[in-house]
C-alpha cells in the first residue's frame, strides 16, 4: 500500500528524536477505487438479469456518465445508470439477446468520491450464453474534408454484409470514439465484420437521417489476437526514468480500422428569412439554392424592370437591388413572392407567399431627417469658412461612388486584381482603365482585361501579362464606373511592383502512392490554419509550385475523380466514397532564391498518422492523473520535523 510507503519514509526521517507534535489531518486517500465483486459476475455466463451491481472498496461517483459510459450491444432504450455510495448499478432497459456477450464500458468515468482519483478504464461483461466473447476491435474516425480526428461519434460493426444494413438495422456492438478520434469495440465474437460510424441524431444505432455525419467502406475483417510485448515506463519523478518494463499483453486485431467519415449537405430548400435592411435592397436567404430564382409581383407597385437581381454562387441568397428611387423612398412595399421550396416527399414545389409587407429598417421620415441634420452641419461649416475668409463650398457635395480596389503595391505574377462595387453598375467603362509599365525609367501602356467576375455581378477583376520585377501603374478615370443611382466614381491610381524572381522560392513534389490519373490529382499549399494559398494539379508525376512566397507551409492533396476542381463527399445511397485526401507529414519551408524538392508517397503514411500535429484542431483528451497527494504531504512534514530541530540542510 502506497499510504504505508509514506508512513515508512516519515519514519525513517524520524527515528531516535522526539515524538511529533500533536498529528493535523492525517494522510490522503490516494489510492483508487478498486473493484471487490459484482452481481452477476464479471465475465458470468448464462446471465438472464438485466440489473448489474459492481461493489467497490470505498464510496466512488460516475463523471459524464451518459457520454462516457457505452454499453454494447446498443440499446434502444437508454440504460438507467447509476453510482450509489460504493457501488455502481445498472439497469437495462431493452429485452437480452440470446447467446450474446454484453459489455458496459465505463472508460475512466469511475473516480473515488473524495479525492477524485480516477479508477482508470473499466469493463464489466456478461453473457446471456455459455461463453464470453472477448475479441476487440480498434483504430480511427477522421473527418473525410480534413483528416481531423472525430470525438463523440459512435463506431459499430455488421455480421451482415449487405450494402443496404446500414439504414435498415441498427448496429450489432459499438464503441465511441475519444478526442484523438480513437474507438476500441469489445466483446467481439469470432466473425467477419464491417465497420460504420455514425453521428446518430435520433439514438436508433442506423443511418436514418440526411443530417447524420457517417463513415462506410466495404472492406472486412476477421478479428483475431496474438500474444505481443509493450514496453511500460516507470519514472522516478516527472524528469527521469527508472526503469523501462517489458510488459506481456494479448495484441487483439485489426487495430487500424480507418473510417473517413462525411456529413451530406442538407438540400431541402426552405425559406429563411426575407428582409430589406437597406431600403434600396430586398434580400432572402433560403436553406439552399435554386436555378429557379423568386419571383416578385408587385401589389402596391409595379414590379415589372423594378430590380436588378444579383445572386451568389450557390442561389441560396438572392438581392434585389430597387432601381427606382421613388420606390427606394416608399416604407412599405407589398408583393406576391413565388420559389420553390422542399415538400414532405422531397419534391421541389412551388410556394407563393401572398401580400407580403417588405419595410427598411429605418423608414423614409427618420432617413430624411438624418440627412437634413447632416446639411445643417456642413451648412454651418461653410458659414463658419466664410466669415473667416476661407475657402468655402456653396453647393453640397455629392456623394460619390466608391469602389474598393483590392490591389496591393508589391505581388508575385499569379496574383489577381480585383475591384468590388457597393451596388450594380449601370456603366462601367472599360476605355477608362489604363495599365502602364515602366521600362528604363519611361513609361509605356501595358495590355490588360478588365470583366465581370463570373457569378458575381459587382466585382471584377484586372487580367495582365504581369513580368517579374517590373513597376507598373494602374490609371482609371473619372467616372469610369456609373451605377443604378447614378453614383460617379473618382479617378484611381496605385502603383504596383511585380516581385523579382529572387524574391520567391520554388516547389517541387515528386507524387506517388496512388493509382489515380496524375492530372485528377489536386495538391495544395496551405497554411497552419489550413487557408489555400497555391494549388495545382499533378503532371507527369510533379506537383510544381512556381513563384512561392518565403514562408513555412503544410502541404494537403486530394483526388479530383469527377474533374470539378472541388472537394466531393461521399453518397452511402449512391455508394460513393468522399474523395480521397492526404496530408504531407511535416511542415514545409520555403526560402528566397531557394528550389526545394520533395518526394511524397501518398499512401505511405497511414491516414490516421498523416495529418501534423501542429495543425490538428481537435486535440487527445488529457488523461486523468492520480494526485498523489501524500508524497508533497511526507516531504512536507519531513521539512517541517527536520527544521524543528534546528538542522540546518544546506550544511549537512
Known sequence: MKKLFYIVCIASIIVGCARMGQPDGGWFDDDPPQVIGALPEDKATNVSSKKVTILFDEFIKLEDANNKVIVSPPQLEQPEIKAAGKKIIVELMDTLKENTTYTIDFSDAIIDNNE?????????????????????????????????????????????????????????RVSRTDGGGHFVIKGVAPGTYRAYALQDADADFRYSQKSEMIAFNHTTFEPSSKPDTRVDTVWRDSLHIDALLQK?????????????????????????????????????????????????????????????????????????????????????????????????????????????????KVPYEKRMKEKAREMEKWQKEQEKKKKREEKYDSIYPVKPLEPTYNIPSSMSPGEKITIDVPTPLMRCDTSGVHLYSQIDSLWYEAECVFR?????????????????????????????????????????????????????????????????????????????????????????????????????????????????????????????????????????????????????????????RQKPQAIIKQ??????????????????????????????????
Not at 480516477?118 to 483504430?139: A, C, K, L
Not at 483528416?147 to 455488421?158: H, S
Not at 497527494?629 to 540546518?648: C, D, F, H, P
Request: hydrophobic content about 35%; aromatic content about 10%; charged content about 25%.
Open 116 to 172: 477524485g482519483n480516477p479508477m482508470g478504464n473499466y469493463t464489466y461483461s456478461f453473457s446471456t450464453g455459455d461463453r464470453i466473447d472477448t475479441f476487440e476491435v480498434s483504430g480511427y474516425v477522421l473527418d473525410a474534408s480534413n483528416l481531423e480526428p472525430i470525438k463523440g461519434i459512435a463506431v459499430g460493426l455488421y455480421d451482415d454484409l449487405s450494402d443496404t444494413v446500414f439504414k435498415t438495422k441498427p448496429l450489432m
Open 452 to 608: 465581370p467576375v463570373e457569378n458575381n455581378i459587382r466585382k471584377y477583376e484586372i487580367l495582365a501579362d504581369w513580368r517579374l520585377g517590373v513597376e507598373y501603374s494602374l490609371e482609371i478615370d473619372s467616372a469610369a464606373f456609373v451605377d443604378i443611382y447614378g453614383l460617379v466614381s473618382n479617378p484611381y491610381k496605385q502603383g504596383i511592383k511585380v516581385k523579382t524572381l529572387d524574391e520567391f522560392s520554388t516547389l517541387t513534389l515528386n507524387i506517388s502512392g496512388v493509382e489515380a490519373a496524375d492530372t485528377s490529382i489536386v495538391v495544395q499549399l496551405i497554411s497552419s490554419q489550413e487557408v489555400v494559398s497555391k494549388e495545382v494539379r499533378v503532371k507527369n508525376g510533379k506537383a510544381e509550385f512556381l513563384y512561392v512566397n518565403p514562408g513555412k507551409y503544410y502541404i494537403r492533396a486530394f483526388v479530383d475523380a469527377n474533374g470539378n476542381d472541388i472537394w466531393d463527399i461521399g453518397d452511402y445511397d449512391a455508394d460513393r466514397q468522399a474523395e480521397d485526401v492526404y496530408y504531407y507529414p511535416k511542415e514545409v519551408e520555403c526560402k528566397e532564391k531557394w528550389d526545394v524538392t520533395e518526394s511524397w508517397n501518398l499512401t505511405a503514411i497511414p491516414r490516421f
Open 248 to 360: 506481456p499483453y494479448t495484441h487483439f486485431l485489426p487495430d487500424d480500422i480507418t473510417l473517413l467519415a462525411f456529413q451530406r449537405p442538407l438540400t431541402d430548400r426552405m425559406l429563411l428569412k426575407t428582409e430589406r435592411i437597406e431600403p434600396n435592397k430586398i434580400s432572402m436567404y433560403f436553406t439552399y439554392g435554386d436555378s429557379l430564382l423568386p419571383k416578385i409581383k408587385g401589389i402596391n407597385f409595379d414590379a415589372d424592370s423594378a430590380f436588378v437581381i444579383e445572386a451568389n454562387e450557390k442561389r441560396d441568397t438572392v438581392h434585389y437591388w430597387i432601381r427606382d428611387t421613388t420606390l427606394v423612398n416608399q416604407d412599405t412595399l407589398r408583393m406576391d413572392i413565388t420559389y420553390n421550396v422542399t415538400d414532405t416527399l422531397g419534391n421541389l414545389v412551388l410556394q407563393t407567399d401572398s401580400a407580403v409587407d417588405i419595410t427598411p
Open 619 to 652: 486535440k487527445p483528451d488529457q488523461a486523468k492523473k492520480q494526485k498523489n497527494r501524500n508524497v508533497e504531504r511526507a516531504k512536507q512534514l519531513g521539512i517541517e520535523y527536520i527544521k524543528s530541530k534546528g538542522i540546518n540542510l544546506e550544511k549537512k
